[in-house]
Structures are given as structure tokens and as C-alpha cells.
């Protein structure tokens, strides 16, 4: 892999990117970089975690001129969270260039949005309905836009934004470059490309070896009333770092939440019925890991990056197998491993093969945990949790109490009871009630796997070398322990919402729903997908 500074960049751009820990070019950052900087328009696709943000992202922020004050790109996403998400990264990229981005979404307060529009940000990044409705309020132009990137440009169109993106884009002026990502090239896509790209490049990235997949899948067959039970003697048994945990309806992820909470579990839900200051305070917590099990419908399932998720959790099987790899993806990122389990009722193991042959990856069975496993599970965080605490070497005030003990009692013994009182058994006896689901049918339809490519992690070298697979470079300031506690665990500051408009009103007519879809679809076209739509 090439190393950034190779590329035709801006030194200002190289050092943002030596700032955010990247060493090396990720394989669809060094086929798109070099063709992006010339100017071809292009269509990428890549596996998921796989750097494509920083793809479309390096060259465009390289490109402008700090001195810029109007509107020069604009990038357009599905959802919210990754609106702020990519608009992230853009500004990490940008930082010493002194470039200015602007994330313009659904449910926040337009007057704000206004407000910022007038410090002259140089990248709007957005979904589609609010930015046509700042489009038709005059409030953003699009006469000078020489750049344009459609991310996740499949699930933009399965969500029906193909007429408010049509409308968007022959706003831009035919003399730009134009870029898009998207997963699969189902027809819509390629007529999208075809009206609005100029003989474009196709890049992408499809991994060669699939032997070594930085994702470890599993499926468990459980019956919907044991899932409960199953999902939370995995977590105890594997304790994960972070974990998504995706429920089918909204319904499903409030109760489930609810469900992880009465057991002692630090988890919150997401879902497209949250004001949008519930949602950015639920990510923020995600993020800085005072919530370690994020519950949440498909709204999380594409492109959300959050570093240090060792897990996903299908509780419920998802409908597509699209879904189904977006959702893993959300683990197993920037070279690191993940796990995702798959919980699978009887009644939907059809389902599962399906998923499998259009996935072309065999999903090994495994076992439910037994309470054994989850219990010795559980006593190794405590040990751990107990052994680092001995490291700080901050108990002083303990010892006293400590030696009379000592001197009274078993040693063994002791340590025993206390590791018991930390384990904290107690709370696990709470009982918790869920609302059946309804089993997934096999549904037999025709998906465009070849060109999706995103399957599996690349990189089958990965365990030798020790080196992150797919040709990341590794990035510095991410410890990688399994069992490190929330506290132990790098974080990723640039991550945090916290500074973010959290007054924002979510009424306004703006984020609300409509149809019952998960997203936030802030026009009234009507959307295609109702899997959550029963909630
Ligand atoms: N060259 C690099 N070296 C190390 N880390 C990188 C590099 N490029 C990107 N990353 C990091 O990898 C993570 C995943 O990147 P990104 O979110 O862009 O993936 P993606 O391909 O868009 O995934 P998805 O398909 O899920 O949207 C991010 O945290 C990003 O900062
Ligand atoms: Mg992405």
C-alpha cells in the first residue's frame, strides 16, 4: 500500500492525515486518490470499514481553496448521523487547510442551519430532503459547486430520495466532477450514473482471498423466547468492548433496551421515532462508551463508524442479505477484528441459507452459550477489572480492613466471596417480558452480489504479521484490548458529539416520519422500506 504522501496532496492534507493516525492508503483510497485528483468522475465500491469516506474525502479537501466562500462541494448521505459523521472526518481532513464543512440534516433546527450557512462553509454534507428544502428557501446555491459525492448512493435511492436527488443534482452545474459510492449497481443506480456522470471509472475493490475475513460470524438457532437469554449470556460471555445489537421494529429495539438495562447493562436504543437530540445524545454516549450495548434498528446498519465495536448482534435476522453485511460491517473496521452473531428461530433458518448463498459465505452454527460459559465469562472482566485496579494501586485505605481479614479468614475463600459480590449475580434474576416477533419468510429475489463486493474483509495475511488485513496501516492511539474496560479503551476524540447542536428542536416539520420508515425522511416521498415500519 501506498503511503500518503506519494499522492498529488496538499502537505496541509498529508499532515491532517498523519494527525488522524492513517500510515498507509487503504486499496480503495489508492485506486480512487490518483483518479479523483485528475478530475474523472468515478463510481466506488469497496467493502464496508474500508476507508471510502477518506477516498472521496482526502482529494476533495485537497482540491479547495481555503480563500473560497461559496459553497464549492457537496456531499449527500442517507441518514443523519452520517451526515455528521462524514462531515467529521471532512473537517479532520481539512483542518489545517483552514476548510470549512457543514453538516445540514433533517430534525435540527433550520435557523441554525441558516445561521452556520453564513460562515461560508466551502462542503455542505447532507442528506437530500433538507437540502433541497434549503435549496428552495435560497438558503444554499448550488451555481458554484464544482464537486459531488453520493455516498451510499443504493440506500439513498432504496430510501426514495431518486427524485430530490435528481432535482439536486441538475441544480449543479454539468461542469463538475462527480463521484459515487455505493454498495450494489442495481439498475436504478447505473441510470443514476448514467444521467449524471461523465464516462466515469469504476473502482472497486472486491477481496480476492476470503479466507481469513476480519469478521468472525456466527449464527445461533434459538427460539424467539430463549433469545433474550442467549443474547445476554453472550455478552457476559464474551464481554464485548462495544456492541450493536440490531432488533427488527422499533417496538422490539425500546424493549429490548429496556430489557439490557433491568439486567444491569449499560445500553440505549436507536431508532427513527427519537427526536433527533435523543439520537445524537445516544451516539455521543455510544462513542465515549458510557453506553456499551447501542440497540438499534437498520438506521445504524450503513456506514456508522465507531471505533472499538468488538460485536454485532443480529437478534433479529435481518430481512436482506444486504443488511445483513452492512450491519456486521459496523465491526471488524480499519484492520481490527469483529465478531457478529446471528440469532435465527427454527422457523427462519431458510432465511439464513439464503443470506449465506447470496453472501457466497457459509455462517458456521454455534452453540448458545451455556450459563457456565457466560458466568466464567463474566468472573474474567471482574478478575480483570480487580487486577487493574491493583495496577493503579490506589486502595490504600482498603488495606486496613483487608489485613483484619486476612487474619480471620481463608485468603481463598475471601477473594472468592468478594469476586461473587462484584460479579453481582443478583440482578440477572430480574425477569423480562419481549413482544414476539414475527418469523422473517424466505424470500427469493435476485441480488446483484458480484458487483456488491463487500462480503468479506480482505486480507487473508492478516493473523501472520501481525499487520491489520486489507493493507491498513495501523493507526496509532487504539489499544486493542478485548477486555479492557470502557475506561482503558483509547478514545477516539474526533468521535464525540458533545460539541454538537444538541438545542436543536426536532419538531418543525422537519424529521418526521413518514410511512412508519426508520429514517429520517425529512420529504414526503414515499420510501420503499417497512421493516420498521410496524412499530
Ligand atoms: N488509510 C487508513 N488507515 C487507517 N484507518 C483508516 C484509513 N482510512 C480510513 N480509516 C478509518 O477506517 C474507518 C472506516 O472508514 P469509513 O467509515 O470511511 O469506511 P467505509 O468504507 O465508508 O465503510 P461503510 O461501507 O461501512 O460505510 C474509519 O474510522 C476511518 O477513520
Ligand atoms: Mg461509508
New binding site residues.
Given amino acids: 500500500m501506498k503511503n500518503?504522501s506519494e499522492f498529488d496532496l496538499d502537505a496541509k492534507v498529508i499532515k491532517a492525515?498523519t494527525e488522524?493516525?492513517?500510515?498507509?492508503?487503504?486499496p480503495?483510497?489508492e485506486k480512487t486518490i490518483p483518479l479523483a485528483i485528475e478530475g474523472h468522475d468515478l463510481i466506488g465500491q469497496?467493502?464496508?470499514?474500508?476507508?471510502?469516506?477518506?477516498?472521496f474525502g482526502i482529494p476533495l479537501v485537497s482540491k479547495i481553496e481555503p480563500s473560497e466562500d461559496k459553497i464549492v462541494a457537496l456531499i449527500m448521505c442517507p441518514t443523519r448521523e452520517?451526515a455528521i459523521?462524514v462531515a467529521e472526518?471532512v473537517s479532520k481532513l481539512g483542518r489545517f487547510k483552514g476548510i470549512r464543512s457543514l453538516p445540514i440534516y433533517g430534525g435540527q433546527d433550520i435557523g441554525k442551519q441558516i445561521r452556520a450557512l453564513k460562515k461560508r462553509p466551502q462542503i455542505i454534507i447532507g442528506t437530500p430532503g433538507r437540502l433541497l428544502d434549503h435549496i428552495n428557501r435560497k438558503t444554499i446555491k448550488l451555481e458554484d459547486v464544482k464537486t459531488v459525492v453520493l455516498?451510499?448512493a443504493d440506500e439513498m435511492l432504496d430510501m426514495g430520495f431518486m427524485d430530490d436527488i435528481q432535482s439536486i443534482l441538475s441544480l449543479v452545474p454539468a461542469e463538475r466532477h462527480t463521484m459515487l459510492?455505493s454498495?450494489t449497481m442495481p439498475p436504478n443506480i447505473q441510470k443514476l450514473a448514467q444521467q449524471f456522470l461523465t464516462n466515469p471509472q469504476h473502482v472497486s475493490v472486491i477481496p480476492k482471498h476470503v479466507s481469513a475475513p476480519l469478521i468472525d460470524q456466527a449464527y445461533v438457532e434459538v427460539h424467539e423466547k430463549q433469545k433474550f437469554e442467549a443474547l445476554s449470556r453472550l455478552i457476559d460471555m464474551e464481554s464485548p468492548e462495544l456492541a450493536i445489537v440490531f432488533g427488527r421494529t422499533k417496538r422490539r429495539v425500546d424493549e429490548l433496551a429496556e430489557a439490557l438495562q433491568k439486567r444491569g447493562y449499560a445500553a440505549e436504543g436507536l431508532h427513527g421515532d427519537l427526536s433527533q437530540n435523543q439520537r445524537d445524545n445516544v451516539m455521543r454516549k455510544f462513542r465515549d462508551g458510557s453506553i456499551e450495548v447501542l440497540v438499534a434498528t437498520d438506521v445504524a446498519a450503513?456506514?456508522?463508524?465507531v471505533?472499538g465495536v468488538t460485536h454485532v448482534v443480529n437478534f433479529d435476522l435481518p430481512q436482506d442479505p444486504e443488511s445483513y453485511v452492512?450491519r456486521i460491517?459496523?465491526t471488524g473496521?480499519?484492520?481490527k477484528e469483529g465478531t457478529a452473531w446471528t440469532f435465527v428461530t427454527p422457523r427462519e433458518i431458510d432465511h439464513l441459507h439464503f443470506i449465506e448463498k447470496v453472501t457466497r459465505h457459509r455462517i458456521p452454527k454455534k452453540p448458545m452459550p451455556s450459563p457456565a460459559e457466560a458466568m466464567e465469562g463474566k468472573q474474567k472482566v471482574t478478575a480483570e477489572r480487580i487486577i487493574n485496579l491493583l495496577q493503579e494501586d490506589k486502595h490504600n485505605e482498603f488495606k486496613g480492613v483487608a489485613i483484619q481479614l486476612l487474619e480471620e479468614y481463608d485468603s481463598v475463600n475471601l477473594l472468592a466471596a468478594a469476586l461473587q459480590l462484584l460479579t453481582g449475580g443478583e440482578k440477572k434474576e430480574v425477569s423480562v417480558e419481549l413482544t414476539p416477533e414475527d418469523p422473517i419468510r424466505a424470500k427469493k429475489r435476485r441480488v446483484d452480489v458480484r458487483s456488491s463486493g463487500?462480503k468479506f474483509n480482505y486480507g487473508s495475511d492478516r493473523r501472520g504479521d501481525g499487520r491489520s488485513g486489507g493493507g491498513?496501516?495501523?493507526?496509532s492511539g487504539q489499544g486493542g484490548s478485548r477486555y479492557g474496560s470502557s475506561s482503558s479503551r483509547g478514545r477516539?476524540g474526533g468521535?464525540d458529539y458533545r460539541d454538537r447542536d444538541r438545542d436543536s428542536r426536532s419538531g418543525g416539520g422537519y424529521g418526521s416520519r413518514s410511512g412508519g420508515s426508520d429514517y429520517n425522511r425529512d420529504r414526503s416521498s414515499s420510501t420503499r422500506r417497512s421493516e420498521d415500519s410496524n412499530a
Avoid at 491498513?472 to 493507526?475: E, Q, W
Fill in positions: 500518503f492525515i488522524m493516525g492513517f500510515e498507509e492508503s487503504t480503495i483510497q469497496a467493502q464496508t470499514g474500508t476507508g471510502k469516506t477518506a477516498a452520517l459523521q472526518e455516498d451510499e459510492f454498495a450503513r456506514g456508522l463508524d471505533s452492512h460491517g459496523r473496521r480499519a484492520g463487500r491498513y496501516g495501523s493507526r477516539d468521535r
